[in-house]
T-cell receptor, first 116, second 109 residues
């Protein structure tokens, strides 16, 4: 069964450093997303990406964040200068169009980011 | 008012029991509804999409009441492996998913 993959599974970084989180969405999917989940809190949307551009972003996704699809398979999230409050699980998701306008999103296993 | 509200639980039930979770959503323009399950420190996994007519998948039944903006999930014959957090999720078309905080279920032997 096709699945979303993410690397690394755990990233530890110092405050102020840049990190790049990587995702390989399901191969025939067209829509890609990043979400995050701070420990003990709900899953929150960061950004969506379609047709090689950002389609929507949340207030969390400020100038420190960027996304890229550098080739036909990878989808990356970059945090330029990490802050302590960026510590969270970061989930990549992808979806495709189904009938009756449903877009079921499938999540990768996540990258646990720890900023010290 | 929170966009998606759920009773956080925990619901502690014996094996074989039937348990029901409820969820309300505030955005009347929501079009798509889902239940995801999340195990501790793992990713959300799609359990089922919720259709207007309600739908069933084995021991799981989901219902939608658009007038009351209410979604439910019923689990029959609970198994130990059903222990997890159940996330109520809504969106509109291909917009970002809006998650509830989840309801924690523990099935006890």
């Amino acid at each position: 069964e096709p699945e979303v993959t993410q690397t690394p599974s755990h990233q530890v970084t110092q405050m102020g450093q840049e990190v790049i989180l990587r995702c390989v969405p399901i191969s025939n999917h067209l829509y890609f997303y990043w979400y995050r989940q701070i420990l003990g809190q709900k899953v929150e949307f960061l950004v969506s990406f379609y047709n090689n551009e950002i389609s929507e972003k949340s207030e969390i996704f400020d100038d420190q964040f960027s996304v890229e699809r550098p080739d036909g398979s990878n989808f990356t999230l970059k945090i330029r200068s990490t802050k302590l409050e960026d510590s969270a699980m970061y989930f990549c998701a992808s979806s495709d169009i189904l009938g009756h306008n449903f877009y079921e999103q499938y999540f990768g296993p996540g990258t646990r980011l720890t900023v010290t | 008012r929170k966009e998606v509200e759920q009773d956080p639980g925990p619901f502690n039930v014996p094996e074989g029991a039937t348990v029901a979770f409820n969820c309300t959503y505030s955005n009347s323009a929501s079009q798509s509804f889902f239940w995801y399950r999340q195990d501790c420190r793992k990713e959300p996994k799609l359990l089922m999409s919720v259709y207007s007519s309600g739908n069933e998948d084995g021991r799981f039944t989901a219902q939608l009441n658009r007038a009351s903006q209410y979604i439910s999930l019923l689990i029959r014959d609970s198994k130990l492996s059903d222990s997890a957090t159940y996330l109520c999720v809504v969106n509109k078309g291909n917009t970002p998913l809006v998650f509830g905080k989840g309801t924690r279920l523990s099935v006890i032997a």
